[in-house]
């Protein structure tokens, strides 16, 4: 039977579409970052430096259709769609949840499907081949587009060691093209460690509790802001070449944590920032790095 896992929270919309201050496409004849990358970035709140900030609401559902495995020299590869449904938000008050998700504190919508396959190439190192295409409109009139991915991730784990360190790469290509015509695209890549190890002797459900540490870094390609908007916070250009990330969660070794109808591989808190700490993101974490 296919097993739908869920995925709810406080959206990090990277460049969304905020109607106070707008965010478009980057090109060279002076376009804007495009709203619509937002639906590929993670789940939290981020900060421009000058104070201004971005929120969104997400839900992401999981259909596990196979486990990858290698089962005596067997290699099974393991296939999963998702589907990620993004909305951004112009506020966001815990005091008001109903007002969170009022329609009209909606400023963009999209709705991205994707497939991923696991490779296990060893019994320590994996191939994630990633594709997901949708589509995102801005409310109120705005413009619409659709919204893709390619990508390919790594992940590498060491000998058997008490924090059982991994090691994650990724290379992915982002684009957008609008009804319009116009289009865009950015190249992040990621590399990142990621270790485990026991929550002291907590428990949860009789379940041994874990922490799972990591740290990563982005570097990217042709990605800016060049906004009016931005130049109210006192620049005239915004370059994002790359970002850091430091996070800690908590999860069960072979169980996902579950509430009513939700399920989560884990949960924790990430922090993310430039090298000169001009963007800031406080971010929640619901997968490992390979998986999200």
């Known amino acids: 039977m296919m097993r739908v896992v869920c995925q709810f929270g406080l959206v990090v919309t990277l460049i969304a579409a905020l109607e106070a201050v707008p965010v478009y496409a980057q090109s060279n004849d ?9 639906a590929f970035f993670g789940t939290g709140w981020y900060a421009i430096d000058g104070g201004e900030t971005a929120f969104a609401m997400s839900y992401g559902s999981r259909w596990p259709l196979r486990e990858a495995a290698l089962d005596d020299g067997r290699r099974n590869i393991g296939v999963e769609l998702k589907l990620l449904i993004s909305g951004s938000v112009h506020e966001v008050d815990l005091n008001d949840i109903p007002g969170i998700v009022d329609i009209d504190n909606v400023s963009a919508l999209s709705v991205v499907p994707g497939i991923e396959l696991e490779i296990p190439v060893s019994e320590r190192w994996s191939l994630k081949p990633i594709v997901h295409v949708g589509w ?3 409310l109120g009139g705005g413009s619409s587009s659709w919204i893709y991915w390619l990508g390919l ?28 015509g116009s ?4 190249t992040p890549f990621m590399t990142g460690v990621e270790a485990r190890q026991r929550f002291g002797e907590l428990t949860l459900g009789g379940d041994p509790l874990y922490l799972r540490w990591h740290a990563a870094y982005t570097r990217y390609a042709d990605f800016e802001y060049a906004d009016d908007a931005v130049r109210v916070l006192g620049r005239t250009q915004t370059n994002i070449d790359d970002d850091w990330e430091l996070g800690v969660a908590l999860h069960k070794a072979d169980k996902p944590l579950e509430l009513w109808f939700l399920h989560w591989d884990q949960i924790g808190l990430a922090y993310r920032f ?6 800031r993101a406080l971010t929640i974490t619901f997968r490992a790095l390979f998986d999200r």
């Open 30 to 38: 002076g376009d804007y970052v495009h709203w619509a990358y937002s």
């Open 136 to 138: 995102g409109s801005q």
């Open 153 to 180: 991730k790594s992940r590498f784990e060491f000998p058997d060691t008490r924090a059982r360190w991994t090691l994650v790469n990724s290379l992915y290509y982002v684009g957008y093209t609008s009804e319009t």
């Open 183 to 186: 289009s865009g695209a950015i």
């Open 274 to 279: 430039n090298d000169d700490h001009s963007i």
